[in-house]
């Protein structure tokens, strides 16, 4: 029984040729998996995992991280996972507890904390690339309550902003869209987003990185510099005037002092 499970999580971990060496033998990121194959063949009640994952290169960390996933769903066994990498969180985590400086932040699932952040920090944290902020001052006037971002009149609902003079806006990259200065916006891959009301504001292109998967555009706007994701090859180049499209459903409003999500 000792044999097969010690075989078994050797196969799990890519150390099959290695089972013939003491540790100091090894790299450091073996030791790191010796040290998840001595949890495993214990198949104990609950599994702590301290960074497991960030000795490994890319590809044995994503091979790992799918091993480490397989292992909870066969096994049901809680697992406590510490990490400093959002992209292993958001995919291994039932709950995500956000912590900063010792002090949790927020609870939830991942879709929970992406989609209503309860803070600034969490805000930022959660997402690939990082969610845009703008700080903006908040004006009123027979209209109602709303910021400004270049010509874009945002509305905040009446009790949104109480008596802010400044709010934080955040919009994730992946939400915006982006036209040449003069043209309609071309449409998104999600009939969804397109259904949102959205309001353009006026932007001049700084770079452009083309991954193949995906673009992701540097923009210089009024209110300060905005990222933006794109599925599709953007037609932009450096220096080009642009308008971005704000999908008003999609932005987050955060006090300019404490950092809290404001709410209705």
């Not at 029984?1 to 033998?25: M, N, S, T």
């Not at 690339?129 to 027979?142: G, H, K, S, T, Y």
């Not at 992946?174 to 040449?180: S, T």
Request: glycine share 10%; charged share 25%; with cysteine.
């Amino acid at each position: 029984d000792i044999d097969a499970r010690v075989k078994r999580a050797a196969e799990i971990l890519e150390l099959g040729p290695y089972l013939d060496r003491k540790p100091r033998a090894l790299s450091g990121g073996q030791r790191q998996r010796v040290a998840m194959g001595r949890a495993i063949v214990r198949e104990p009640k609950v599994f702590l995992f301290d960074e497991p994952l960030s000795n490994l290169d890319a590809a044995l960390r994503s091979s790992v991280r799918g091993e480490i996933r397989a292992l909870h769903q066969r096994s049901r066994t809680t697992s406590v996972y510490v990490t400093h990498d959002q992209v292993e969180a958001m995919t291994m985590g039932d709950r995500i507890v956000v912590l900063r400086g010792g002090r949790i932040e927020q609870v939830g699932t991942p879709v929970e904390l992406y989609e209503r952040p309860i803070n600034r920090f969490v805000a930022g944290f959660i997402g690939s690339p990082a969610m845009n902020f703008v700080e903006l001052p908040v004006q009123r006037d027979a209209a109602g309550v709303h910021v400004r971002w270049g010509d874009a009149r945002l509305p905040l609902p009446a009790g949104l902003a109480g008596n802010a003079e400044r709010v934080v806006v955040g919009v994730r990259p992946e939400h915006l869209r982006l036209a040449p200065d003069g043209a309609a916006p071309q449409p998104g891959h999600s009939d969804a987003l397109q259904s949102f009301h959205a309001q353009g504001v006026a932007a001049r292109v700084l770079a452009v990185e083309f991954t193949g998967a995906q673009s992701q555009i540097e923009l210089m706007t009024a209110a300060g510099p905005v990222s933006v994701c794109a599925a599709e090859r953007p037609l932009l180049k450096t220096g080009d005037d642009a308008v971005l499209q704000l999908p008003l459903a999609r932005l987050h409003a955060f006090d300019a002092g404490s950092g809290l999500r404001l709410a209705a």
